[in-house]
């Protein structure tokens, strides 16, 4: 090794004495960027820091002695590591690797390590790469700009203020230009405070998307209280709403504040809106135009700062045609409408959101990598009715039941359609739409092949040579 590399182990970053023509390009190509990238180093026992030879001043380290306790942490801005491998395993390193799978881990190993049982295991089920000592500095630069790329694209996507933390990113997942459209919405009403209705289908995520707004609002820093109108028992509702004083009713013993109250100098959503009774509509709309409550049993009106969000998943302008929600209510509830996009309508985002939840709950299964081929063709043809809680629940079923290293469509518990089974190329989408409308043609025009041909702007002549292509017959001869 050409001299000392390293200037701290506690935290600060190794040193380089020089450079080579072949790391730096090396560097450049593999980064694509000037900036210097923070790297986790766990020393778990292994020799790299007597082989890893000197790295450009494109790297930082940030080491990590062990043994580790249990409230070691790495940060979260740091999504690259080197595994110092020593042998045996040690049991924290396999407890530590496993509690930072955000982390790509990329192994350090002696070869006389390497044919070891809990050496092979742990780089197989929790490593993005390894390097057999005396490492290559060229190489191992290339693959710590590779996991760096990788970790990049699978980091959580977030909208997030200039300036903001990733804590207080908006924790909306997708970047589908549905969602991408919604993400841009919410910022802009986010900064009014005028009524908004959140409408979508159940499980689509309407009361995260309130949660959004609240965060980026002025009120941030107050309450956000969600109140869900359908669960509560009808004659528990205005109590539970409103609050009471002590004897207002049978049972009443003490005062009771409602969650219009605890939701003061915040935010406060009704989701389900739908769900409310016209009697407490009435109750609802009177707070909404005067900022008041009055507790059930109680005389004297409290004023409140409240922003009133509401969601549902029924449409309330049918409910209002219908009688069953008050027409006045329901403008001044829905000043600013966010439709929030059924999963189906959102792309890409399926696999995003599975892959997130997969590492919510991979801890369960750490054996587990990922999803099968089939299992993404099969969530892709799936209709979800439950939209994202769909998701969520059929993921964390999946890793719950796999007995494999990646999941499958019986895992998640769907089926695969037979059309799933072989994608349809481009060439076999076009044959079948051009039989189909051969068949239409046909169909309509009685078989009549003269008619059917203008029908479809083709000669006569033209048709006969689809119908043989197709291994069609018309009644004419």
């Known amino acids: ?25 090396a560097v450049q190509h593999a980064c694509a960027t000037a900036m210097v990238r923070e790297v986790a180093w766990l020393d778990a026992g292994g020799r ?8 450009s001043d494109a790297w930082t380290f940030r080491q990590i002695r062990g043994p580790v306790g249990p409230g070691e942490k790495v940060p979260r801005e740091i999504r690259v590591g080197l595994l110092d491998l020593g042998c045996p395993v040690p049991s924290w390193v396999v407890e530590f690797v496993h509690n930072h799978q955000h982390v790509k881990w990329i192994a350090l190993i002696a070869p006389e390590a390497l044919p ?11 490593c993005y790469d390894f390097h057999s000592l005396p490492l290559d ?23 997030q203020e200039p300036g903001a933390s990733l804590d207080d990113a908006i924790p909306i997942i997708g970047h589908s230009p549905v969602m991408q459209a919604l993400g841009r919405q919410i910022q802009r009403v986010a900064g009014s405070e005028a009524p908004v209705l959140f409408q979508g289908e159940s499980g689509t995520g309407k009361e995260l998307a309130a949660l959004a707004v609240h965060r980026h609002s002025r009120r941030a820093n107050g309450p956000f209280v969600a109140v869900n109108c359908g669960a509560l028992p009808a004659q528990l509702i205005q109590s539970e709403l409103f609050g009471h004083e002590a004897g207002a009713f049978t049972g009443a013993g003490r005062r009771k504040i409602g969650q219009f109250e605890l939701a003061h100098g915040g935010t406060l959503l009704l989701d389900e809106i739908g769900d409310l009774s016209l009697d407490l509509q009435v109750n609802l709309l009177r707070f909404l135009q005067e900022g008041t409550l009055v507790r059930l ?27 069953r929600f008050r027409e006045d209510l329901y403008y001044r509830l829905n000043v600013i409408q966010l439709d929030v996009p059924p999963l189906r309508e959102r792309g890409t985002d399926l696999k995003e959101l599975a892959r997130f939840y997969f590492e919510q709950f991979r801890s369960q299964n750490p054996r587990l990598r990922g999803f099968t081929q089939a299992a993404w063709r099969t969530m ?14 059929r993921v ?34 076009r044959w079948n739409a051009e039989r189909e409308l051969v068949i239409k043609a046909l169909s309509q025009c009685d078989n009549n092949v003269s008619r059917a041909a203008r029908q479809l702007g083709v000669g006569r002549m033209t048709l006969y040579r689809l119908l043989n292509k197709h291994g069609l017959r018309s009644d004419e001869p």
């Open 1 to 25: 090794m050409n001299g000392s590399f390293l200037r701290s182990v506690d935290g600060g970053g190794f040193s380089p004495q020089g450079d080579s023509d072949g790391a730096r390009y």
């Open 48 to 55: 790299a820091r007597e082989s890893l030879p000197q790295l």
């Open 116 to 126: 070891r049982g809990d050496v092979r295991e742990l780089v197989r089920e929790c």
């Open 137 to 159: 500095r060229a190489r191992l630069e290339i693959t710590l700009g590779r996991a760096c790329g990788m970790a990049a694209l699978e980091a959580r996507p977030a909208w």
């Open 297 to 323: 049993g109680g005389l004297q009106p409290i004023k409140l700062d409240v922003r009133v969000l509401a969601a549902t998943h029924i449409a309330l302008d049918e409910a209002v045609e219908s009688g």
């Open 380 to 393: 892709y043809d799936y209709k979800w009715p439950g939209n994202v809680r769909e998701l969520v629940n």
């Open 396 to 429: 964390q079923r999946a890793v719950t039941m796999a007995e494999g290293r990646l999941i499958r469509p019986e895992d998640l518990g769907l089926t695969v359609p037979a059309s799933a089974e072989k994608p349809q190329t481009l060439a076999e989408a």
